[in-house]
């Protein structure tokens, strides 16, 4: 994706010392990055407050990522919002979550037209409150034109429940017979995803220091780098996605393979 190196090295001034623009090569930014954003609870909570204010303050981290991955020139950057499983939060959150997601995309808006982003959603979006449907499809339409990065955001997302859809519109093509099964391969199981037409990550980030992948994008990351870092996802910056990518460019990747082949 093209970069403004103007705007990319203002926005990576004022560097801390142990990571500056200088140590990634701009020319291998990863093409698709993703983020569980991991800890917001946990932030809160360590500093005396609600859960809630942890949310609200990961908004700021996830608008900061944004702008980093357009800076620096990501093709696709996805993150993970709100599992199938958050449901079983209490209902308090989950309305509290849900209509943060609304209001802050009315919000952000402005930025996505500012730096032609273009928005999708991953996920199961017809059991969201109408608010937050209606809002999302109002980025979707909005949007739809952008041709720069695309911002894919996982909302009641679980990766068993999308792989399973996928099966059974195969099936359904299958019995319909618009498709054989022997068309059945790798490619057609990709098409039916809610990645579908976005390449998988190269690298995924995951926040305060959590070892899993939590029913996330499991068959879009079969080769995918992780990077996880301590700090919890409010507390995530620039500074960080760096090391990351700095993480990532140190690493050999070899899909299977042999190195050098
Ligand atoms: C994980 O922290 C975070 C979430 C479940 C929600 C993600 C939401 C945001 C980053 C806020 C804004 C997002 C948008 C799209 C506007 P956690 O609650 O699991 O933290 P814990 O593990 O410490 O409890």
Known sequence: MLRD??????????????????????????????FIMDGNGRWAQARG???????????????ETVTTSVRLGVDVLSAYAFSTENWKRPQREVNLLMHLFATTLVKELPLFH?????????????????ETRDVFQRGLDE?????????????????????ARAAR?????????????????VEAVSQRLYTAGLPDPDLLVRT?????????????????????TDL?????????????????????RRYGGVVNA
Do not use: C
């Open 5 to 34: 190196e103007t705007k990319l090295r203002a926005y990576f001034a004022d560097a801390p010392d142990d990571i500056s623009l200088d140590d990634v090569d701009i020319t291998r930014i990863p093409s698709h990055v993703s």
């Open 49 to 63: 407050l609600d859960r809630s204010r942890g949310h609200v303050a990961g908004v700021d981290s996830l608008r």
């Open 114 to 130: 500012q730096e032609n982003v273009r928005l999708k959603f991953l996920g199961d979006l017809d059991a969201l409150p109408k």
């Open 143 to 163: 949007t739809a034109s952008y041709d720069g990065m695309t911002f894919a955001l996982a909302v009641n997302y679980g990766s068993r429940a999308e792989i």
């Open 169 to 185: 519109l195969i099936a359904e093509e299958v019995a319909a017979g618009t498709m054989r099964p022997e068309d059945v391969d």
């Open 208 to 228: 305060s220091g959590e070892l899993r992948l939590s029913n996330y994008l499991l068959w879009q990351l079969a080769y995918t780098e992780m990077y996880v």
């Open 232 to 252: 919890y996802w409010p507390d995530f910056n620039r500074w960080e996605y760096l090391r990351a990518i700095r993480a990532f460019q140190g690493r050999g």
